[in-house]
């Protein structure tokens, strides 16, 4: 079974960085296309940034010039940098990606999640 690992989150303050990741747990094939979701306390899940198989990228407009959507391929793993971060920034994000497995089987997967909290 697969995981979707998270990390980077943590506590920053107004107008500051971080920068998350997303990592398969074991060995796969390749990540197809990957997400990063974003909910805040009381508010539903909302999807922050795509990046697809070949590249593409995708913003939700709360972000675009802010956040930035990578993807390293030798390393399964997806990048979210965050720049001049905002109190509204403030929530649990989690990547979802389609994962294709050694054997050619495609299926989707959730990470547990990582707190980003902006605050001064």
């Known amino acids: 079974q697969v995981q979707l690992v998270e990390s980077g989150g943590g506590l920053v303050q107004p107008g500051g960085s971080l920068r998350l990741s997303c990592e398969a747990s074991?060995?796969?094939?390749?990540?197809?296309?990957m997400d990063w979701y974003r909910q805040a306390p009381g508010k539903e899940r909302e999807l922050v940034a795509t990046?697809?198989?070949?590249?593409?990228?995708n913003y939700a407009d709360s972000v675009k010039g802010r956040f930035t959507i990578s993807r390293d391929n030798a390393k399964n793993t997806v990048y979210l940098q965050m720049n001049s971060l905002k109190p509204e920034d403030t929530a649990d994000y989690y990547c979802?990606?389609?994962?294709?497995?050694?054997?050619?089987?495609?299926?989707?997967?959730w990470g547990k999640g990582t707190l980003v909290t902006v605050s001064s």
């Open positions: 990046i697809t198989r070949d590249g593409r990228t």
């Open positions: 979802n990606g389609d994962i294709y497995h050694l054997d050619g089987i495609l299926r989707n997967y």
């Open positions: 074991r060995t796969i094939s390749r990540i197809n296309r």
